[in-house]
């Protein structure tokens, strides 16, 4: 993930009590490519999809939400709903011709690190395989 | 309340093609309520069209605004100065507040950004039904409050047509019959005798189709 940087950035939208807390270790651990944006949110269901869209209009080559698993929602419905938010916002980049797996949703058990790895692995290899968005 | 749906992207986009500096203007009447056109719809129709022109490589300058309402004078006063600044002003309001806009504002180039679908309610969060067809000759008082005129397929003023089935339209088995539901209401009640009045013909003049249609109530006017 070295050369991460080098194929745009990646903004992460990550729940505060179970997503963040996996971020804030990686971070310790030198292991968050600095291409990736991390937004902390108080619940993913916090998420609006004029959010997203802006995080694309700022400049990110990919964009992922990483909320509580379903049943494990601090409030309840908070993942949920992001998911949902989350597929409003794929449906308008299909629109405008825009590949909509630039744009993820990703459930995390609090505390687990190993699947922001895998979600930033993930957003890192489907961009790699995808013109640039934005102009470097 | 007037529910409508945003058009498509590509046709918006297509409409603003030689547009170099927009107003997307929503409205916080109806379209808000029926989450269409009100200002997180604004904020999110304003942020994929600047992403499709980036895309296009053709970037736009878009500003972002909402009424209360598009259908009233007084709401619409500020944009007779504002908008001379914008090629042209993409209004979410429903149809009545774009023909207003076009109306009041005859200098600005004003372009739907919505399609406006019909006068529905609000069944649960996220789906809408219709309800009324404006029609001007109510005749929910013989029908139990269930509108024939709207929620028939076929509009039909003296009972279901020879396509009920089970209580359900020929033209969609998950689209209950009305007058299913207005004869089962009806007789429940003990109103069954309404259903053996016959209705006569329907006068379809005041529905619109006798001309644009025009309310005048002399208390109120200047």
């Known amino acids: 993930m070295n050369n991460n940087h080098q194929i745009g950035r990646i903004v992460a939208f990550c729940c ?10 990686l971070r310790d651990a030198g292991l968050i490519p600095e291409s990736l944006d991390v937004r902390k949110l108080p619940c993913t269901g916090r998420i609006e999809v004029p959010a997203l869209l802006d995080a694309f209009e700022q400049g990110a080559e990919a964009v992922f939400v990483a909320g509580c698993r379903v049943d494990e929602c601090h409030n ?45 692995r993930e957003m890192t290899a489907r961009i790699s395989k995808l013109e640039r968005l934005h102009s470097i | 309340m007037i529910i409508a749906e945003q058009k498509p992207l590509d046709e918006i986009l297509e ?4 547009v170099e500096r927009l107003l997307v203007l929503g409205c916080r009447g109806c ?28 970037p736009i300058k878009i500003d972002e605004e909402t009424y209360v309402r598009q259908c009233d004078p007084e709401y619409l006063e500020p944009l007779k100065q504002d908008g001379e600044n ?23 180039n004003v372009l739907p950004a919505l399609d406006t679908s ?4 609000n069944l649960s969060s996220g789906e809408w039904a219709e309800m009324c067809a404006g029609c001007g000759a109510c005749v929910l008082h013989l029908t139990g ?30 689209l209950p019959c009305i007058w299913h539901q207005i004869c089962e209401k009806l007789t429940g009640r003990n109103q069954d005798q309404l259903l053996r009045e016959i209705v006569p013909i329907r006068d379809w003049r005041p529905s619109g189709h006798g001309g644009p249609r025009r309310r005048i109530r002399e208390d109120l006017l200047p």
Do not use: W
């Open chain 2, 86 to 108: 914008y090629d042209a002003v993409l209004s979410m309001a429903c149809g009545v507040g774009v023909n207003f806009i076009a109306d009041r504002c005859p200098d600005i």
């Open chain 2, 15 to 18: 409409m603003i093609s030689g």
């Open chain 1, 16 to 25: 505060n009590y179970t997503a963040s807390v996996a971020t804030d270790t």
């Open chain 1, 76 to 120: 309840l419905s908070g993942s949920r709903r992001a998911e949902k938010r989350v597929g409003y916002t794929k449906k308008i980049l299909k629109e405008l011709d825009i590949d909509p797996d630039r744009i993820e949703m990703f459930f995390v058990h609090y505390g687990e690190t190993q699947p922001i790895v895998e979600a930033v």
């Open chain 2, 118 to 121: 019909f006068y529905g309610a």
């Open chain 2, 31 to 58: 379209v808000a309520v029926c989450s269409t056109g009100g200002d997180k719809e604004v904020g999110v129709l304003a942020s994929a069209l600047r992403l499709g022109r980036n895309k296009a490589g053709k």
């Open chain 2, 145 to 174: 409050g269930l509108c024939p005129v709207a929620r028939c397929a076929k509009s039909l003023s003296n009972g279901p047509c020879g396509g009920s089935v089970g209580g359900s339209c020929e033209i969609n088995k998950d």
